[in-house]
């Protein structure tokens, strides 16, 4: 069965979700209370609806506890945000992700509950911000406040040479849990195989250590 989606909140941040999920063919009930943006999103959801989701007899109305997963992307109104999460919850919705505005906020969405918070304008800063520094990173992508995925280039230095030879697991903590090259993706690779330029190496670890990782060896 298809999984049933909910998202609250059709600004740029919602509407990003509401249109890729239903890309991937999942049913999406899209809520707003402004008619221009509901309209917008009629024919992109399966339904779309005008709706206060801060009113309790609203969200059981529209069955809103039925679906697996809700996505409230309330943008600037934080008090809106707070009380449609506390709704849910009250419903029963089984798994709740919100979009936070700053750490206070965070703070309070999941006193009351909320399972999964994101900061996106944050997160996306530090996405671009890792970019720019560094030539060699091609992605970065945060798991929690310490740790995250990224994407680093091989360039000259690292051209030839072997996982063996830059050993970053003892040097560095780190872990490179894949190879893209062109095309194919190479999962643990070989430790022995020589890296070729352009390779990409997908690495996971600390992020003092990929910091580390960056200034010595792929400047």
């Not at 206070?104 to 720019?132: F, N, Q, S, T």
């Given at each position: 069965?298809?999984?049933?989606?909910?998202?609250?909140?059709?600004?740029?941040?919602g509407?990003?979700?509401?249109?890729?999920?239903?890309?991937?063919?999942?049913?999406?009930?899209a809520?707003?209370?402004?008619?221009?943006?509901?309209?917008?999103?009629?024919?992109?959801?399966?339904?779309?609806?005008?709706?206060?989701?801060?009113?309790?007899?609203?969200?059981?109305?529209l069955?809103?506890?039925?679906?697996?997963?809700?996505?409230?992307?309330?943008?600037?109104?934080i008090?809106?945000?707070?009380?449609?999460?506390?709704?849910?919850?009250?419903?029963?919705?089984?798994?709740?992700?919100?979009?936070?505005?700053?750490?206070?906020?965070?703070?309070?969405?999941?006193?009351?509950?909320?399972?999964?918070?994101?900061?996106?304008e944050?997160?996306?800063?530090?996405?671009?911000?890792?970019?720019?520094?560094?030539?060699?990173?091609?992605?970065?992508?945060?798991?929690?406040?310490?740790?995250?995925?990224?994407?680093?280039?091989?360039?000259?230095?690292?051209?030839?040479?072997?996982?063996?030879?830059?050993?970053?697991?003892?040097?560095?903590?780190?872990?490179?849990?894949?190879?893209?090259?062109?095309?194919?993706?190479?999962?643990?690779?070989?430790?022995?195989?020589p890296?070729?330029?352009?390779?990409?190496?997908?690495?996971?670890?600390?992020?003092?250590?990929?910091?580390?990782?960056?200034?010595?060896?792929?400047?």
């Amino acid at each position: 069965m298809k999984k049933q989606f909910a998202v609250i909140g059709l600004g740029r941040f919602g509407g990003s979700i509401c249109r890729a999920l239903s890309e991937q063919g999942m049913e999406v009930l899209a809520m707003d209370k402004n008619e221009d943006r509901v309209n917008e999103f009629a024919s992109i959801a399966t339904h779309a609806v005008i709706a206060d989701t801060t009113d309790e007899n609203v969200l059981k109305n529209l069955g809103v506890r039925n679906f697996d997963h809700v996505i409230v992307a309330i943008g600037e109104d934080i008090q809106s945000s707070i009380l449609t999460t506390l709704m849910l919850k009250e419903v029963g919705v089984k798994h709740i992700t919100v979009k936070a505005q700053n750490d206070y906020h965070e703070k309070v969405l999941r006193k009351i509950g909320a399972d999964h918070v994101v900061h996106p304008e944050r997160d996306m800063g530090r996405r671009i911000a890792h970019y720019i520094v560094s030539n060699n990173v091609l992605d970065y992508l945060e798991l929690s406040d310490e740790y995250s995925i990224v994407e680093i280039k091989v360039n000259e230095l690292l051209d030839g040479h072997s996982l063996i030879d830059l050993d970053v697991r003892a040097k560095y903590g780190l872990n490179i849990v894949a190879i893209k090259r062109g095309r194919e993706i190479i999962v643990t690779p070989p430790a022995e195989d020589p890296l070729q330029k352009e390779d990409i190496l997908i690495i996971i670890g600390a992020d003092s250590d990929i910091n580390r990782f960056e200034k010595k060896v792929m400047e």
